[in-house]
Every structure is written in C-alpha cells, then in structure tokens.
C-alpha cells in the first residue's frame, strides 16, 4: 500500500511541474502602480511561412542596453519545441503609467544592415512579442510607391504603440500599432520610439484570450454541418453493416448448425458451400511479420488512447492558452501509456505464438518515437543549417530522451510482460489446420491490395472538413479552440473506421483470402494516404508557402501526422475486425 502510495505521489508530481513549467507565467499576472512589467521579442520571419522563424535580433533592430545583459526566458518543453525563444527587451514599462513617445534605441544604417531590412521587407516579414503572455504582432515594415521611380520604397516602422487594457490589478489585452516610417537608406539614424497608454476594462481575467478567438471561422455553419454529416453518416453505415452482414450470417449459422441426422442434406449443403465457413481452419494462422504487426497494433491502441486523454484534457483545460501546453501534454501523456502499447502488443504477439520476445518489446517501445525521430532529424538539420529557431537545441533533445528512455520505455515493457501473462493465451474458436489452404484467384475488386486503398475513403470522408480546420489553425496562424468538435469527429472516425474494415474483412473472408490480418490494418490505415494527398492539395491552393524550408517543414510535419493517423486507425480497424471475426467463428462447427 504504501508503494501505491509513493508511486502515484510522485506520478502526481511528475504532472505538476511538466504542466507547471508550460502554463506558468513569469508572474502571478498581479501588478501593483508602477510594477515593472516586461515586453518580450519572441522572434520574426517570412508572414507566408509559418515554422520559418529567426531571432528577433537576427535582424540589425538596436538594443536598449547591451544585449548581453538581457534576460532570456525559457518556457516549458512545448514552448521551446514551438521555436519561441523570449528576450527582455529591456524597455521600460510601468503598470499603470502612461509612456508619451519615447526613444529607447537608434539604428545607425549601412549598407549592409539596410540591405537585411530590405530583404525581409520584401519577404513579408512578421514579428512576435509577448506582455504578461499575451502575444502582440507586428510588420517589420512595406513597400510604399515611389513618385520618382519605378520600384516602390522599403520602409521601416520606427514608432511602436501600446494599448494596454487593464481590470484592476490584472492585464487584460494588449494591442499594437506601428507609424512613423522612415525609408532604408544607407547612412542614416533611425530613432527607435515607443509609447504606452493604460486603458480600464471591463473584461475579467478568464476572458482575456477570448479575443484571439476566431469565433466566425469555427463556428461556421459549414462546420456544424459536417459534423451533422458525419454522424449521419455513421447511423447509415453502421445500420447497414447490421442490417447486410447479420442478415447473411444468421442464415448461414441456422444452414451450418443443422443436426447431423440430416445428413443427405448436409452433404449436399457442403457440397455448395462457399466463402469465409470454408476458411475456418486459416482464418486464425499467425499472419506474415507478425513481431512488426504486433508492434503497430500496440501502438495504434496507444495513440487512440492517447488522441482521447489529449482532447479530453484541452476540453477542461483549455490548454491552447498556454504557448506550447498542447505539445507538452502529448508528449507527457505519451510517455505515461506506453504500458497500453506493450500490453496489448505482447497479448497479440503471444496469442500468435511469437517467440522473439526481445524484438517485439524493443519495436513496440521504439517504432513511433524512432519514426518521429528520423523525420524530426531531417528537418532540425534543415532548421541548424538556416539558423532558424525551429532547430531544437540539445538540452531540449535530452530531455526528450530522457522521457522516453525512463518512462516509456520501461513502461511498455512492463506492458509487454503484464500482456503476455494476462491475455496472451490462445483463444480461436477454430483449430488451425496444418496444412494452408490454396486461396482461388478473385475479381480484382476484391484482392486484398483494392480493398484496402478503398477502406480508407469513408473515414477520410468523415473528417476532411475538420482537416481544412485543423490545417488552417496550424499553417495560418489561427488558435484551434473547438475540441468538442474534435472530440466528435475523432469519435465518428473510430466508429467509420471499424465499420468499413468490418465490411472489408467480410468480403475478404467470403472471397476465399484468410489474410485478413494485414488488409484489415491497411484498409483502416489508407486514410492518412488520402490525409497526405489532401494536405498537398492544401499546400498549393490554399496556402503562399515557399522556399526550401518551410516547404521541408510542412511536407515533413503532414508526414509524421499521417503516419500517426495511419497507424492509429489502422489498429483500431485491426482491433474491430478482429473481434467481428471472432464472434462469426465462434458459432460455427470447426473441424
């Protein structure tokens, strides 16, 4: 008992200051007249490419004081995962007091340095700076129209206006308007200016992101409408999976259940018989690579879990709040069920008479994190070689592995040994025959290659308006707030998913093919094959991405997302068509 004790106390712990560390402020968010109250540069980059981001002071902007001097402010693991690397900008700002406009730095112009303001100019680039955690935005500058020449003037914005709302003791909104530009030419001094007013409202602290929120895009009728087409969607699939397929199996049990005093009868059934009865004794031989099926299953059922505990927690916790908080939590949440990932992986390994135990738990513990690594290495050594801030520094690498190789690891083998000893012993209704049986040639809509490149299009069908959403959210700069309608759509995918690879197995099964095992995961798992097509659709006619990086990086980041989507529905299919082929062997007469 006191084990339980110590192991969930420190479990409690552990939660706390991972979640601690991504929603904690540098304050209590509490200010007393004429508190220092810091503004934060963040970073800055091309406004078209979203995960290009740089240094603030990547760009010749002058400092206050010696940049040496500044302080630095770590976040949590998802913040620095998110490429955010906050810099005091040592500007002086008192709650409460009203700053008319002030210089606080100047820029002295050469060529060099007016060609860097340039360049980005003409790129569109954006900058970010954060005021008690709340994000301000900004233009580095524009092009405006020369009457004295053909090209249009690069101009920089040189005066920064800050309206700060407050209630009470609390800051409640922050905005930010920029004037006074001045043109890039060599040789000259800009002054750098800035102002503050403070202005009440009436707004309480709870509300104060409400105005990041994009109500009229979310809340679209189009998206309440898909949702209410998706569901219909799963009344008519799963009433016709009960209405075909029992149907056709109640008549073949009352023909396959006769008594054997019928025997002129009997043979002559038998004689005729054809489809998945036929099939009793392959229908549950081991499938080919079973140590790597295993794996993926084992993994799928912890990326379902996962997915649910992710969305459920943003529900009450209203974790898009807090910068990097969603990317902590899965990562935390990850590690914590990797037991799910070894138990149901070494119960399926051990219910097919796997013998490579080492193997499996290795591969089970290591397919997902290695796979997200290969792709993530790709694009940090893209990110180090421009000199952006999505490059993922060491210590942060460490602390990744450090998660994984103590917490996750360790736990899906435990989860491996508890699934072999708890549920890993042979269950079939049916007795595998020694001998395979020769599987007749069919139609070519229903080879297994067919059947599962078209498994995957109803549940595409079933979430692809929330993909525009989702997508939208992470490429254009948009907070994805509505998890109650993820929290639907992801529902209605599960059940889609296990609708049709139901329907498929049983195709599979009536045409004679007993490898249903691998056809009904890649049946479920062909969604993120139409996901990926999707995203390059969206690539190109909805987004004005370019350039090597931030292509690398979208195509790289779709990538690792549909390999995940694939692997969690392909298990799930897996883990549906399993228990339906199950329950059909179950009442029949095996040899």
Not at 216 to 242: A, C, D
Request: net charge neutral.
């Amino acid at each position: 008992m006191s084990f339980n004790s110590r192991s969930i106390s420190s479990f409690i712990l552990f939660l706390f200051l991972f979640f601690s560390s991504t929603l904690a402020s540098d304050s209590d968010h509490k200010y007393q007249r004429d508190d220092q109250v810091n503004l934060w540069v963040n970073k800055v980059g091309p406004y078209n490419n979203p995960q290009e981001t740089y240094n603030y002071y990547s760009l010749p902007f002058c400092h206050p004081s010696s940049s040496a001097t500044a302080a630095h402010k770590w976040g949590g693991l998802g913040e620095v995962l998110g490429g955010n690397e906050l810099i005091d900008s040592q500007i002086e700002i008192k709650f409460l007091k009203n700053v008319d406009k002030t210089v606080f730095c100047q820029i002295d112009l050469d060529d060099a340095k007016a060609k860097q303001f340039k360049d980005a100019i003409e790129n569109n680039y954006w900058f970010e700076f954060f005021m008690d955690d709340l994000p301000l935005w900004g233009y580095v500058g524009e092009l405006h129209p020369d009457k004295n020449s053909d090209n249009d003037k690069h101009v920089l914005y040189t005066h920064k206006n800050i309206i700060v709302k407050y209630n009470k003791d609390q800051i409640i909104h922050v905005n930010l308007t920029q004037d006074i530009p001045k043109p890039l030419e060599a040789g000259k001094h800009l002054d750098m200016t800035y102002s503050i007013k403070w202005v009440p409202t009436n707004v309480t602290f709870g509300r104060r992101f409400d105005v990041y929120l994009d109500y009229p895009f979310f809340e679209h009728q189009i998206h309440w409408f898909s949702i209410f087409n998706s569901f219909m969607m799963v009344i008519f699939l799963t009433g016709l999976v009960s209405m075909i397929l029992m149907r056709t199996l109640r008549n073949d049990y009352a023909k396959y259940a006769r008594e054997d005093d019928d025997l002129e009868s009997l043979e002559r059934d038998v004689s005729e018989e054809s489809g998945w009865k036929l099939v009793h004794g392959d229908v549950f031989r081991p499938p080919r690579s079973l140590v790597i099926l295993s794996a993926v299953v084992g993994t799928g059922a912890q990326l379902a879990l996962l997915v649910l505990l992710v969305i459920l927690l943003a529900i009450i916790g209203m974790l898009y709040v807090g910068r990097g908080a969603i990317v902590t939590t899965f990562i935390v949440c990850y590690a914590l069920t990797s037991f799910i990932s070894g138990y149901v992986s070494g119960g399926m390994y051990s219910r097919n008479g796997g013998k490579s135990w080492i193997k499996s738990m290795i591969l089970t513990a290591s397919l997902f994190p290695f796979m997200c690594f290969g792709i993530g290495f790709v694009l940090n050594t893209i990110a180090i070689f421009y000199g952006s801030l999505a490059a993922i520094p060491f210590g942060t690498m460490v602390v990744v592995f450090v998660i994984w190789a103590f917490i996750s690891f360790p736990l899906a083998l435990l989860g491996t040994v508890v699934g072999r000893n708890w549920s890993g012993a042979p269950n079939n209704p049916c007795r595998v025959k020694t001998i395979p049986r020769p599987i007749p040639e069919k139609k070519w809509y229903l080879t297994p290659s067919v059947v599962s490149l078209m498994g995957g299009l109803l549940p595409f069908g079933s979430i692809f308006i929330e993909m525009y959403f989702v997508f939208t959210s992470f490429w254009n700069y948009k907070v994805y707030y509505v998890y109650g309608f993820m929290l639907l759509v992801f529902l209605i995918l599960t059940i889609v998913t296990v609708c049709v690879t139901i329907v498929g197995t049983y195709f599979l099964l009536n045409a004679e093919n007993y490898h249903w095992q691998w056809t009904s995961f890649f049946s479920a798992a062909s969604t993120s094959v139409y996901v990926y097509l999707y995203s390059i659709y969206y690539y190109y006619v909805k987004t004005k991405m370019s350039g090597f990086f931030q292509t690398s990086f979208y195509f790289g980041y779709t990538l690792m997302f549909s390999l995940g989507l694939g692997i969690l529905c392909g298990a799930v299919g897996f883990l549906g068509s399993n228990l339906f082929v199950r329950r059909i062997y179950r009442n029949i007469k095996c040899d």
